[in-house]
């Protein structure tokens, strides 16, 4: 299949200017500072790219919320605080092709009318940050950052923004409240960022990975963005693939492949002699999927109508020496841990949940302990200001829900019988 | 109580500060670039901060506690930080966990006596395609064995 986000994955030497643009770099930007805004507005919308961070809201669409005639500066966000655990696909593109994001942003900052743009990179990116610093530098040398781009008259001037380790600045609004220098703690909407965001102005918030799409976008045309994927979510996209298979890494397929494929040819399958028990199809925050479940495409419409979710494309794959108990706690320990505290059903919620987990974990919980998960859940979803909440609690419905004899067992026996083959 | 920036560092305070239409914004880059600077965010670096900046130490603390990256006090020469979420735990990170506290003799947060090493357990470094992973002072290790982490070690005490 082709490559487009991750052709240059593997080379050491296709961070520098000159090989990116040796291969056909900046040409689209080119292209698209020929355009009107709006058009190239359009033409985004038009190819039906959705963004890859987690949501997977359609981007030109996105764009097209930001007020007409603004007097306001507007703002272009780059959300590369990757960490939705198992999701590792950014900082591929991040230290492999930075240029390849440099000249989406450009793109999407000409579509916008912004001038000033802030990539928010997490804390423990540090050489993934310096080569991405690198690759602004020699743009701005080269003339495609700075004041009067590539003699267009358009002006953009780019940021590194660092975050310090908080999952939670991954949510678009705590984001822009960290760029403010504050904790992050998400806001309530609306307003929505494109109304009132960084800096009480306009803001768009778009993903690495959405970003980097653009250029192909602009040199191909939607049409031919459009030959992969399904009619409402159509491109490739970058799959983490990680767990318990014979080569974890990142595929760029099409974004309806399907999750067995995906597994079974494409990472090498499972180890051997051993079953499929569960996938996590979409980053930690998804509902899991028993093995049973997992012929399914993974565009965002298909894995919905399973009760999951496409989610950052991070698929987590699990064999038949899981314990479900473990894997459960370790994810509401992860959630209990960054919830950022400002509402209290999750602060509270996510913390009693990975206390009673942990537990049942150890054999010592109560069979009453089974219900009340689900009343916390219940206490959890759709009541705070942001969707932390109902993160935390989909592991723990579904696994529960899936994986009910586990727990019964570990309820019965007061420890578990798969202990100590969940690792290699 | 001299705290003060560096020359080097003062430049690198302007420009950061530049980057911002409001000073209070640059808050998170200054504290990294303190840290650099003075090792970690002493009382007296968090008042010089807060006092840099024009904002109430009560936001610069507030900060620093939010983030998990901000050291409030000395850390060890190494600073080891192992993965304990999903995708490392498949595979295998409870094993480097126990061969480091064993090795180091010290517990998830601690700092050895002789400062060499701090040791940490952090939540998705984004390596999963590479468990299990850490992290030495910010650089990667992938695909690490109980074998391997030895190595590590003796390599860091040398």
Redesign the interface.
């Known amino acids: 299949m082709e490559k487009i986000l991750s052709r240059n994955f593997g080379n050491g030497e296709a961070y520098f200017l000159a090989s990116y643009e040796s291969g056909g770099g900046y040409t689209g930007l080119r292209q698209a500072l020929k355009m009107k805004p709006n058009d190239l507005t359009e033409l985004v919308k038009e190819s039906g790219l959705r963004g890859r961070g987690g949501a997977g809201f359609p981007t030109g669409m996105k764009w097209a919320f930001i007020p007409k005639n603004t007097l306001k500066p507007v703002y272009l966000c780059v959300n590369a605080d990757e960490g939705e655990p198992g999701t590792f696909k950014d900082r591929e593109i991040l230290r492999w092709d930075p240029h390849l994001l440099v000249e989406g942003i450009i793109i999407a900052a000409y579509a916008l009318g912004c001038k000033t743009s802030y990539v928010y990179i997490r804390g423990e990116f540090v050489s993934e940050g310096e080569r991405l610093d690198y690759a602004i530098n020699e743009a701005q040398k080269a003339g495609y950052l700075g004041k009067n781009i590539l003699g267009s008259g358009f002006n953009l001037d780019l940021f590194i923004h660092k975050g310090a380790g908080a999952y939670i600045c991954g949510e678009e609004t705590a984001l822009l409240e960290s760029l403010e220098g504050k904790r992050g703690y998400p806001r309530l909407k609306p307003p929505f960022p494109a109304v009132e965001g960084l800096f009480r102005c306009p803001t768009i918030v778009n993903n690495v990975e959405t970003l980097a799409n653009l250029p192909s976008i602009i040199t191909h045309g939607p049409k031919w963005f459009r030959q992969w994927g399904t009619e409402k979510a159509p491109g490739m996209r970058l799959y983490a693939v990680s767990g318990h298979v014979q080569r974890p890494g990142v595929y760029e397929l099409s974004l309806n492949i399907s999750l067995m494929k995906l597994i079974t040819e494409h990472a090498g399958g499972l180890r051997s002699g051993r079953r499929l028990k569960a996938v996590i199809p979409g980053g930690a925050s998804s509902s899991v999927l028993r093995a049973d479940e997992c012929e399914v495409a993974m565009d965002f419409e298909a894995l919905a109508a399973k009760g999951t979710m496409a989610g950052s494309g991070a698929v987590i794959v699990m064999d038949d020496t899981t314990c479900m108990v473990k894997v459960l706690r370790v994810l509401s320990s992860f959630f209990a841990h960054e919830s950022c505290g400002q509402c209290t059903p999750c602060r509270e919620g996510s913390a009693w949940l990975s206390k009673i987990i942990e537990r049942l974990e150890r054999g010592e919980g109560t069979q009453a302990d089974l219900d009340l998960l689900f009343d916390i859940t219940d206490n959890m979803k759709g009541k705070t200001i942001c969707v932390f909440s109902d993160a935390a609690a989909a592991p723990v419905e579904s696994i529960v829900k899936k994986f009910r004899e586990e727990f019964e067992q570990h309820l019965a026996d007061r420890a578990c019988r798969i202990e100590g083959r969940g690792g290699e | 109580m001299n705290t003060q920036f560096s020359k080097e560092a003062e430049k690198k305070f302007t420009e950061i500060v530049s980057?911002?239409?409001?000073k209070?914004?640059?808050?998170?880059?200054v504290?990294?670039l303190a840290q650099e600077e003075f090792e970690y965010l002493s009382q007296e670096v968090r008042a010089y901060v807060s006092a840099r900046?024009d904002?109430s130490p009560a936001?610069v603390d507030?900060?620093i506690s939010?983030?998990?990256?901000?050291k409030t006090k000395p850390m060890g020469q190494h600073h080891i930080q192992i993965c304990?979420?999903?995708?490392c735990?498949?595979?295998?990170?409870?094993?480097l966990m126990s061969a480091t506290e064993k090795e180091l003799k010290i517990k998830p947060g601690e700092t050895t006596e002789d400062r060499k090493f701090s040791y940490s357990t952090?939540?998705?470094?984004?390596?999963?395609?590479?468990?299990p992973a850490l992290?030495v002072n910010?650089?990667?290790y992938e695909n690490v064995t109980v074998k391997s982490l030895k190595e590590l070690f003796k390599k860091l005490r040398a």
Do not use: H, K, M
């Not at chain 2, 980057?19 to 409001?22: E, G, I």
């Not at chain 2, 209070?24 to 880059?29: E, N």
């Not at chain 2, 735990?89 to 094993?95: E, I, N, V, Y």
């Open positions: 980057r911002y239409p409001r209070d914004a640059a808050l998170l880059p504290l990294w900046l904002v936001r507030g900060v939010f983030y998990t990256l901000y304990r979420n999903i995708s735990s498949l595979r295998g990170c409870d094993q952090v939540e998705c470094i984004a390596a999963c395609g590479g468990a992290q910010g650089e990667y």
